[in-house]
């Protein structure tokens, strides 16, 4: 049975920092893309960062380039979401995605964490 599970979240002031980490078991982690999303009240969920396998390549949505960092640590099943300089149009519910890289319509979710940014 395949889990992720999304932790980290919570409450922070403008400018502050947070780092997530989704821990995923029941896979092959390697052999999963992996992504976080975020979605906030009456917005579609939206990416905000992506990260390949094997490759360990990487993208952003254009909002968070420069402030987030995706990056995954294989010998640990975790993928991880350093975010710095937030701001209150970062506060959501993050999500963590798995997607296996040789078919991709097979995907995970977790069940999200909240983050709140405000003073």
């Known amino acids: 049975q395949v889990r992720l599970v999304e932790s980290g979240g919570g409450l922070v002031q403008p400018g502050g920092s947070l780092r997530l980490s989704c821990a995923a078991a029941g896979l092959t982690f390697s052999n999963y893309h992996m992504s976080w999303y975020r979605q906030s009240p009456g917005k579609e969920r939206e990416l905000v960062a992506h990260i390949r396998s094997p490759d360990n390549s990487t993208n952003y949505a254009d909002s968070v380039k420069g402030r987030f960092t995706i990056s995954r640590d294989n010998t640990k099943n975790l993928v991880y ?39």
């Open 81 to 119: 979401l350093q975010m710095n300089s937030l701001k209150p149009e970062d506060t959501a519910v993050y999500y963590c995605q798995a997607v296996f890289r040789f078919v991709n319509t097979l995907t995970y979710w977790g069940q999200g964490t909240q983050v709140t940014v405000s003073s």
